[in-house]
C-alpha cells in the first residue's frame, strides 16, 4: 500500500491520446499508481463519467486549458490525427514544460529512420525519412531535442502488438473476411508487444530517466515469416498471404538501444510477443 502511495503523491500524469490503442493501454498501466488524466476525441459515455478524462480535438482545442486544469509533473503524447495541428500542439505542451517543472514523454517511431535501409538504427543515428510520418516525428523529435534533457524522454517504437492491438484485429479481419494478407518479405524489423511496452514506460518514470530511448525485441525478424506466425497462432484456417516487393533487397526498419538499455526483467524478443498472442 505505501508504494501506491508514494507514487500517487509523485507525479500527476497526463495522457494525450489516452483513447487510443497505445495511449489507453499506457493509461491502465498507470493509473493505479499515479493520478493520472487523459485525452479522448470522441464523446463516449464512459469518459464523459470519468473526472480523469478530458475531451481534446487536437485541431479544434487549445491543449493549454487541459494542461492548466491537471497541472501535470508527467506529459504524455500518443496523439494521433493531424500532423500540422499536432505540430503546434506539441509547441504549447514544449512551452508549457519549459516554464513549469514538467516532464515530457514523447512516442515517436522507427519510421524516423525509414531512410536508412541498410542496418537497423541505435538512439543516436542522425534521423532521415522517406515518408510524411517519419518527418512529421522527426520535426516534434527536433524541438523537443532544443528543451533541456533532464525534461524529455523520447521513445521511439517499432511495430507495436498485443491481443487487442489494431495489427491483430485487422488480420482477424481479413480471416473473417477471405481477403488476402499483405506481408512484406524484405523487410527486417524488431517488434513490441503492448503489455511490455507499458511497464518499460512506468519505469522510465520511476526512475526519472531521459533522453531517447528503442523500445523493441533484442532481436530482428522478417515482416512476413513474423505475420505467417501470427496467423498460425490466431487461426486453423488456411490464409491468403499477398508478397508485396518494395524493393529487391532486403530492408531494415529497426530500433534497437545501444545506450539507453533497460534491465533484463524489460527486455523481451518477438517469441514472447508470439507466446502473448497464443494465450486464449
Known amino acids: 500500500m505505501t508504494k501506491k502511495k508514494t507514487e500517487t503523491q509523485k507525479h500527476r500524469i497526463l495522457i494525450l491520446g489516452a483513447s487510443g490503442y497505445i495511449g489507453n493501454a499506457i493509461y491502465k498501466e498507470l493509473g493505479p499508481y499515479f493520478r493520472t488524466f487523459g485525452t479522448y476525441r470522441i464523446p463516449k459515455k464512459e469518459y464523459e463519467n470519468n473526472k480523469q478524462f478530458f475531451q481534446y480535438n487536437v485541431e479544434e482545442d487549445d491543449v493549454y486549458e487541459i494542461l492548466e486544469a491537471t497541472k501535470p509533473s508527467i506529459i504524455i503524447s500518443a496523439l494521433r490525427g493531424n500532423f500540422n495541428a499536432q505540430v503546434i500542439s506539441h509547441q ?48 516534434i523529435e527536433n524541438l523537443l531535442l532544443r528543451m533541456p534533457k533532464k525534461q524529455v524522454a523520447i521513445i521511439r517504437l517499432p511495430m507495436v502488438f498485443g491481443a487487442a492491438s489494431p495489427r491483430v484485429d485487422e488480420l482477424k479481419l481479413a480471416i473473417k473476411e477471405k481477403e488476402a494478407v499483405e506481408v512484406f518479405p524484405n523487410l527486417i524489423m524488431n517488434v513490441m508487444l503492448d503489455k511490455k511496452m507499458t511497464q518499460q514506460i512506468h519505469y522510465i518514470i520511476n526512475r526519472n530517466k531521459c533522453g531517447v530511448f528503442h523500445l523493441g525485441s533484442t532481436d530482428l525478424v522478417h515482416h512476413d515469416e513474423f505475420i505467417k506466425e501470427i496467423l498460425n497462432t490466431i487461426t486453423d484456417k488456411k490464409v491468403v498471404i499477398k508478397q508485396v516487393y518494395t524493393t529487391n533487397e532486403d530492408r531494415y526498419l529497426a530500433v534497437l538501444p545501444k545506450f539507453n538499455k533497460l534491465p533484463k526483467h524489460l527486455q523481451i524478443t518477438s517469441e514472447d510477443v508470439l507466446e502473448e498472442l497464443n494465450k486464449k
Not at 108 to 132: C, G, I, M, R
Request: charged letters at 20%.
Open 92 to 139: 504549447h505542451i514544449a512551452e508549457y514544460v519549459l516554464n513549469n517543472k514538467c516532464k515530457f514523454i514523447f512516442l515517436s517511431s522507427a519510421n524516423v529512420f525509414d531512410a536508412y535501409s541498410q542496418y537497423p538504427s541505435y538512439e543516436l543515428d542522425k534521423t532521415l525519412s522517406h515518408s510524411v510520418y517519419g518527418h512529421f516525428k522527426i520535426k
